[in-house]
Nanobody, 116 residues
Framework: QVQLVESGGGLVQPGGSLRLSCAAS????????MGWYRQAPGKQRELVAG???????NYADSVKGRFTISRDNAKNTVTLQMNSLKPEDTAVYYC??????????WGQGTQVTVSS
């Protein structure tokens, strides 16, 4: 019912910045709760940031103050601005959409590597 495609991942040095984008299609984007998750090797997938249709946000303690999630309903996109990146931020980042009926949709993921 909805397709999600992430972009913007890559290699960055510690202290640098990256901006991840998620483009959605096949749904009424503005009604979905959107989120960014990440998963490192040997670790469980964890919530990084979420944003409701009304614009309320929440962040993992590890990224609060460094990451910012936003959405543009007219363009059907959600963005994660990542600043002051640390090596421990290295992971595959996934875009997530939660519908009002309780369905969950995932993108294929984009690799973020923070290293010198």
């Amino acid at each position: 019912q909805v397709q999600l495609v992430e972009s913007g991942g890559g290699l960055v040095q510690p202290g640098g910045s990256l901006r991840l984008s998620c483009a959605a299609s096949g749904s009424i984007f503005g009604t979905y709760v959107m989120g960014w998750y990440r998963q490192a090797p040997g670790k469980q997938r964890e919530l990084v940031a979420g944003i409701t249709s009304g614009g309320s946000t929440n962040y993992a303690d590890s990224v609060k103050g460094r990451f910012t999630i936003s959405r543009d309903n007219a363009k059907n996109t959600v963005t994660l601005q990542m600043n002051s990146l640390k090596p421990e931020d290295t992971a595959v980042y996934y875009c997530n959409a939660d519908s009002l009926r309780g369905y969950r949709f995932w993108g294929q993921g984009t690799q973020v590597t923070v290293s010198s």
